[in-house]
């Protein structure tokens, strides 16, 4: 006997929901009718289905995000970095509490007490024809960020190699749900032939008919919920092997509207306002922004950051700024409008020296007008770049503080965590630093606001 066995899935969605309720009722009706005829279906999600930068996954803390996906019968899904780093420990420890489905991530658990229930390293799927399918999953290692949240996240090749070896013994077919990114699924690829489909994510990339590494199929679906992917899978009964994998991507777009589909998004963005309204501080004036110069904004939120941090100086750039601040009572829904973004404080540790460099590098004329994507970045352009508490004079000579530095002494800049990814400022990367999690760039800016006008 032959069986044909279809495993819809999504990636990277990123709390874009203008696709969702027509990509949904794409995949029910195709579930529908492969039913009819006798073909078992799944569906997963590889990660970042939720980002805070949304206002109804903010509002909810992801929940909302746990009660679509519910609604739409996902059957396995693991967590991307949004999930994992985005949330306070107790708000990743419960997030999944009514979910309807598994959680399969290996590769991460906390540094203290037990488990949540969700969290499972791999889980076993079967047809009513008694295939059994072993899903196993993991996430990326942003070993630094889960560590100042209390998780312990560790190497994930090894552990899904082991885990693929130990469930080929006891399953017909080995799939991953891996939220690596691209590189890192054709190394466990080459490393793991028992794998036979890798479902990836993380990278937002794009492989409209997958991608074979080592007789093992990759697949990527890009990001926003812009496609959708549909692996179709045949498993002879008689020499119980895999004998098809063949993979396409739906683009979402162009499927057909569904009824009240706009009601839809206007419902969640209004949910999420209605729960974000509530006053936290009464400004007595209003602060303008801007992308291209210091502005009111830019000056209170240094403000903050400074105060927040203690740190001696702070290095920011303009673009994070989406909105200005308007006088009189504030909500978190007009902070978060302001600062959507995903991004937390970041203390490096710098020598006089090398804080003169990084003020130098700053300067960088290309800058203020990059379109930039991911990072955590949420705005339209990068704006420009922004330092407060250390500046040069005309013979080039580095004040911190009002003082001449010292150019062997070590002081604290505050930043954002996307410049210590090596991008912009590489000696970042390697530096001694602090993240402050779980804590948003809007979140210090409420707390400062507090202390201010409260």
Request: aromatic share 12%; proline share 3%.
């Amino acid at each position: 006997m032959l069986e044909t066995i279809h495993i819809f899935h999504t990636n990277d969605i990123h709390s874009h929901f203008e696709y969702w309720r027509r990509m949904q009722s794409f995949i029910k009706s195709q579930r529908i009718e492969f039913a009819k005829l006798g073909e078992p279906s799944f569906l997963f999600d590889i990660g970042d289905h939720l980002d805070r930068s949304n206002i109804y996954t903010e509002a909810t803390l992801g929940k909302g995000n746990i009660k679509l996906l519910n609604e739409a019968e996902y059957d396995v899904v693991t967590i991307g970095n949004n999930e994992g780093i985005t949330l306070s420990f107790e708000e990743l420890y419960s997030l999944y509490d009514e979910a309807n489905f598994e959680v399969v991530v290996a590769n991460i658990e906390p540094m203290e007490g037990e488990k949540p229930e969700w969290l499972k390293s791999y889980t076993i799927l079967q047809t009513k024809y008694g295939t059994k399918i072993g899903v196993i999953g993991a996430t990326a290692l942003f070993d630094a960020f889960y560590r100042e949240l209390n998780w312990q996240v560790t190497e994930p090749r090894k552990i899904l190699v082991q885990l693929a070896n130990q469930l080929k013994k006891e399953v017909d077919i080995v799939v991953c749900l891996s939220h690596l990114g691209v590189t890192e699924d054709e190394l466990l690829a080459n490393e793991c032939p028992n794998i036979d489909v890798i479902f990836g994510s993380h990278t937002h990339h794009l492989f409209e008919r997958g991608k074979v590494v080592n007789n093992v199929l990759l697949t990527g679906c890009g990001k926003f919920g812009v496609y959708t992917g549909h692996l179709t899978i045949q498993f002879d009964h008689k020499t119980r092997k895999l004998i098809k994998k063949e993979e396409i991507v739906i683009e979402n777009p162009i499927l057909p509207e569904t009824e009240e589909e706009m009601m839809f998004l206007s419902n969640l963005a209004e949910e999420g306002k209605r729960l974000l309204k509530t006053p936290i501080f009464q400004t007595t004036r209003s602060y303008n922004k801007e992308w291209f110069h210091y502005s009111q904004l830019s000056q209170l939120f240094s403000e903050a950051v400074l105060d927040f941090t203690e740190a001696d100086c702070t290095m920011f750039n303009a673009g994070i700024f989406l909105e200005g601040l308007n006088k009189g009572i504030v909500t978190n829904f007009d902070i978060h409008k302001i600062l959507p973004h995903p991004i937390n404080i970041c203390v490096i540790e710098l020598t006089g020296k090398e804080i003169k460099e990084v003020y130098l590098q700053a300067q960088n004329e290309e800058w203020p007008l990059l379109e930039l994507k991911g990072l955590g970045f949420r705005g339209s352009i990068f704006g420009k770049m922004l330092t407060y508490g250390f500046s040069l004079n005309k013979s080039r000579e580095l004040f911190i503080q009002g003082e001449l530095a010292d150019p062997n002494r070590l002081y604290t800049l505050a930043t954002l965590d996307m410049f210590t990814f090596g991008y912009f400022f590489p000696n970042f990367k390697y530096a001694k630093k602090k993240y402050y999690l779980p804590l948003f760039l809007r979140d210090i800016l409420i707390e400062y606001g507090k202390k201010l006008y409260n």
